[in-house]
């Protein structure tokens, strides 16, 4: 029997590692792996067409620029807001959801810094503006049913993938 390759409405659980260009990692995939439905942009396009064709046991490695990741760094993303706002047990790296006192625009926002009356946030992924290297293992690949078609979404890493898509579609 052939072994199964990633293609569309495939599922692979990949071990993805993440690199800055200067080899120092950034953040490493759990050993069991991110569960991904292919063909359905779950991931980012040149990492998912790097993946076409792989099997179990392959590894890939990818550097994107990053219009190919998690976008551009966009200042307008960097607000200050009134300390009371938050409290006061801030600490730079919290999450918050949205900016306290707009409407939700659907982002999380990390504390970057406060003085004693506001309080600093960044709306960018943490690896906006980065060129990246991505280190991929594949660790099992099977073909989907159509209940986990239906059922599937992306992983946390790249969940921003679709947010960078669809702010992009928006600019255009």
Same mark, same amino acid.
């Given at each position: ?18 690199? =800055?260009?200067? +080899?120092?990692?950034?953040? @490493? ?7 991904? %439905?292919? $063909?359905? /942009? ?25 219009? =190919?990741?998690? +976008?551009?760094?966009?200042? @307008? ?7 009371? %706002?938050? $409290?006061? /047990? ?83």
């Amino acid at each position: 029997m052939a072994e199964t390759v990633i293609g569309k409405d495939t599922v692979a659980w990949l071990k993805i590692d993440v690199f =800055d260009l200067t +080899g120092n990692q950034l953040q @490493e995939g759990p050993e069991e792996g991110w569960q991904v %439905l292919f $063909g359905h /942009n779950d991931i980012f396009p040149k990492l998912e067409q790097a993946l076409m064709g792989k099997k179990a046991r392959d590894t890939v490695t990818l550097t994107l620029e990053p219009e =190919d990741a998690f +976008g551009e760094s966009e200042p @307008e993303l960097i607000r200050s807001v009134p300390l009371n %706002l938050l $409290g006061d /047990n801030v600490e730079p790296g919290m999450k918050v959801e949205g900016v306290p006192g707009e409407p939700s625009d659907g982002r999380f926002y990390t504390v970057i810094g406060s003085d004693e009356n506001h309080v600093f946030l960044d709306g960018n992924h943490p690896f906006a503006g980065w060129a990246l290297k991505f280190v991929v293992r594949v660790l099992k690949v099977e073909k989907a049913t159509p209940e986990e078609v239906e059922e599937m979404e992306a992983p946390e890493l790249l969940e921003v993938a679709d947010l960078v898509k669809e702010a992009s579609e928006t600019k255009h």
